[in-house]
């Protein structure tokens, strides 16, 4: 089971840090992405992280956001910085037990957390 949060409402520019926290299972044996849905919109894989600490970002979130894990807190975390409006949407973490799997397959997904950036 997996469950986010830490999203909220914030400026242009400004920064959030979004949790998304595990149970009932090890964080070492999955890889953990987020993704992110805006209005209207179709599902965009944004980070992952898997067991051995590989990272990998979208093009459209590359060097603003950071993705990290605490196994012993079972916990991921999405640092989101530099927002802008277009980042608006609803943010959701899945895990997989690749990365392969993660975008088609994932074992589960957290209920979401909304971020809205205001202009």
């Known amino acids: 089971q997996l469950k986010e949060s830490g999203g909220g409402l914030v400026q242009t520019g400004g920064s959030l840090r979004l949790s998304c926290r595990g149970s009932g299972f090890s964080f070492n044996d999955y890889t953990i992405g987020w993704f992110r849905q805006a209005p209207g919109m179709g599902y965009e894989g944004l980070s992952r992280i898997s067991s051995d600490g590989t990272t990998h970002y979208a093009d459209s979130v590359k060097g603003r956001f950071t993705i990290s894990s605490d196994n012993a807190r079972g916990t991921v975390y999405l640092e989101m910085n530099s927002l802008k409006p277009e980042d608006t949407a609803v943010y959701y973490c899945?895990?997989?037990?690749?990365?392969?799997?993660?975008?088609?397959?994932?074992?589960?997904w957290g209920q979401g957390t909304q971020v809205t950036v205001s202009s």
């Open positions: 899945a895990q997989a037990p690749t990365a392969v799997q993660l975008p088609t397959s994932p074992t589960s």
